[in-house]
């Protein structure tokens, strides 16, 4: 399998506090995306690390990539209500590009 | 919003009984998948296109099929529904530039 895991699970934050989330993945990579679902709804792309880069912002987004290790963060600085919502990394094989695998994702709730 | 529908939203069906969603998208890309969204899995890639007629096999692939005659319709089949296959479908998109996945709006499929 591609794909690994998401860590935590679960995670609960006061607003203005900063979220982490972790992903692992098991196979050499060429893309790494982190997508975010509303509740019911379809997922929304965030942001993309290629496999050469270690490190990618974006607004109050900041991801990592460690390729040594399999192993991206996701950093949400200064969270908002309105950032409530599950987060996935989703990662695309080094010989299989056009295979995208998605991890088991992290659900943030920040509270206001 | 990527152009991308998905058909019917909603299904009630019966354990035995085939079913066929349908993806369509108006864009012209070449890449499509079809995904399965269950608790606490994430969402697991079920089938891909990479063109017309050119199909592969994702993580979850048994007691489905899928067929792509034209570029926008991407056809995901459960050859004879079982209760294990209630579950939210995703169909996505993939841009070829920016590697970035846009999703339909899911299909609930409900197998009593």
Known sequence: SQQGEEDPQ???IQEGENATMNCSYKTSINNLQWYRQNSGRGLVHLILIRSN?????SGRLRVTLDTSKKSSSLLITA????????????TDGETSYDKVIFGPGTSLSVIP | DAGITQSPRHKVTETGTPVTLRCHQTENHRYMYWYRQDP???????HYSYGVKDTD?????DGYSVSRS???DFLLTLESATSSQTSVYFCAIRDRGSYEQYFGPGTRLTVT
């Open chain 1, 10 to 12: 679960a995670l609960s």
């Open chain 2, 70 to 72: 034209k570029t926008e």
């Open chain 2, 40 to 46: 606490g899995h994430g969402l697991r890639l079920i």
């Open chain 1, 53 to 57: 880069e270690r490190e990618k912002h």
């Open chain 1, 79 to 90: 969270s908002r209500a309105a950032d409530t919502a599950s987060y996935f990394c989703a």
């Open chain 2, 57 to 61: 096999k994702g993580e979850v692939s």
